[in-house]
Nanobody, 118 residues
Framework: QVQLVESGGGSVQAGGSLTLSCAASGRIPGASTMAWYRQTPGKQRELVSSVTSGGITDYADSVRDRFTVSRHNGRNTLTLQMDNLRPEDTAVYYC????????????WGQGTQVTVSS
């Protein structure tokens, strides 16, 4: 079992910055992909950014060049540095971990609210 706890959410004005963190604990697989998703009411949860255990990163086009994702602390801590925030970035941000080897597993945190005002 894996537990994910997000932190760092809050309120910021447009153009500001926030840093989100996700601490993973439990039986964390070495072969895993960690990712940030976000969701607003009425919309499906969307992928924001991801990092494989091999260090390969990916970003949604809407956040590319503004957000930076990283894994550290033995690959069990996920961070998302968010710069030049926009109101449309407002959402609940969720940490996700996928075990990519058999048996596959998918874990989610409880989410942290990010609110960006104009």
């Amino acid at each position: 079992q894996v537990q994910l706890v997000e932190s760092g959410g809050g309120s910021v004005q447009a153009g500001g910055s926030l840093t989100l963190s996700c601490a993973a604990s439990g039986r964390i697989p070495g072969a895993s992909t960690m990712a940030w998703y976000r969701q607003t009411p009425g919309k499906q949860r969307e992928l924001v950014s991801s990092v494989t255990s091999g260090g390969i990163t990916d970003y949604a086009d809407s956040v590319r060049d503004r957000f930076t994702v990283s894994r550290h602390n033995g690959r069990n801590t996920l961070t998302l540095q968010m710069d030049n925030l926009r109101p449309e970035d407002t959402a609940v941000y969720y940490c996700n971990l996928i075990r990519v080897v058999t048996p596959r597993a998918n874990y989610w945190g409880q989410g942290t609210q990010v609110t960006v005002s104009s």
